[in-house]
C-alpha cells in the first residue's frame, strides 16, 4: 500500500516549456487535489476532482489544466510554464465527505527559470 | 465562503512548555470537519488530530488535542511537553459538507522549539 505517489519529485524546466506531473493513489478515493505551496501562502488549491472524468477549478487554476481520466490518477499539467509557477506542489485524496483527512503525496519541487 | 485563520507567522516555545496554535474558521456549513497538519523541515505533511463539528468532547491524540470552541469559531492545537522534534510548519484546514467539498488551509504557524 504505497497511498499517494507523485512523480517526479524534482523537475527543472525553461520559461515556456511544458510538463505534466502525475499524481496516483491506491486507496480508492473518490477525491483528488493539487496544491501549490509558497513560502507565507500556506497551501493553495489548483484543481480538484471529486470522481473519474471529473475537475473543478479551485482558488489559483490559471496556467494549469488537469485531467481525472482513471480513478486512482491525477495529472496536473503545466502548458506554458512561467517562473511564477517555481512552488512546491502537493497532489492529496481523501473520502467523500468532511469526517475524512487528506492523504498528501511527498511533494514536487518544480522550478521555472 | 469558508475562510482559515492562523494569526500567529512564527512562535518560539521552550522545550518541555505546552504550547497553543490558535485557528479561527468561519463556514456557513452546519457540518464540517477541523484538522490540522505538521510539516516538518523535511516537506511531507503529516495529519495530527481531526475535530468533528457534531462532537461534543475535544478531540486527543497522544500529546495533542484539539481545543474546539464552536461558538468562537475556534479550533485550537494544544502540544502538552514539547519536543525539539515538535519544530516544524502547522496547518490547520476545514472540509465541509459543500457541493464541491472543496478543503482550505490557514497559512501555516512556524513552531521553534528552544532546548
Known amino acids: 500500500n504505497a497511498g499517494v505517489t507523485q512523480t517526479p519529485k524534482f523537475r527543472v524546466l525553461k520559461t515556456g516549456q511544458s510538463m505534466t506531473l502525475l499524481c496516483a493513489q491506491d486507496m480508492n478515493h473518490e477525491y483528488m487535489y493539487w496544491y501549490r505551496q509558497d513560502p507565507g501562502m500556506g497551501l493553495r488549491l489548483i484543481h480538484y476532482s471529486v470522481g473519474e472524468g471529473t475537475t473543478a477549478k479551485g482558488e489559483v487554476p490559471d496556467g494549469y489544466n488537469v485531467s481525472r481520466l482513471k480513478k486512482q490518477n491525477f495529472l496536473l499539467g503545466l502548458e506554458s510554464a512561467a517562473p511564477s509557477q517555481t512552488s512546491v506542489y502537493f497532489c492529496a485524496s481523501t473520502e467523500r465527505g468532511p469526517f475524512y483527512e487528506q492523504y498528501f503525496g511527498p511533494g514536487t519541487r518544480l522550478t521555472v527559470t | 465562503a469558508q475562510k482559515i485563520t492562523q494569526t500567529q507567522p512564527g512562535m518560539f516555545v521552550q522545550e518541555k512548555e505546552a504550547v497553543t496554535l490558535d485557528c479561527t474558521y468561519d463556514t456557513s456549513d452546519q457540518s464540517y470537519g477541523l484538522f490540522w497538519y505538521k510539516q516538518p523541515s523535511s516537506g511531507e505533511m503529516i495529519f495530527l488530530i481531526y475535530?468533528?463539528?457534531?462532537?461534543?468532547q475535544n478531540a486527543t491524540e497522544g500529546r495533542y488535542s484539539l481545543n474546539f470552541q464552536k461558538a468562537r469559531k475556534s479550533a485550537n492545537l494544544v502540544i502538552s511537553a514539547s519536543q525539539l522534534g515538535d519544530s516544524a510548519m502547522y496547518f490547520c484546514?476545514?472540509?465541509?459538507?459543500?457541493?464541491?467539498?472543496?478543503?482550505?488551509f490557514g497559512k501555516g504557524t512556524r513552531l521553534h522549539i528552544l532546548p
Open positions: 475535530q468533528g463539528s457534531y462532537d461534543e
Open positions: 484546514a476545514m472540509r465541509g459538507l459543500h457541493r464541491d467539498d472543496k478543503i482550505i
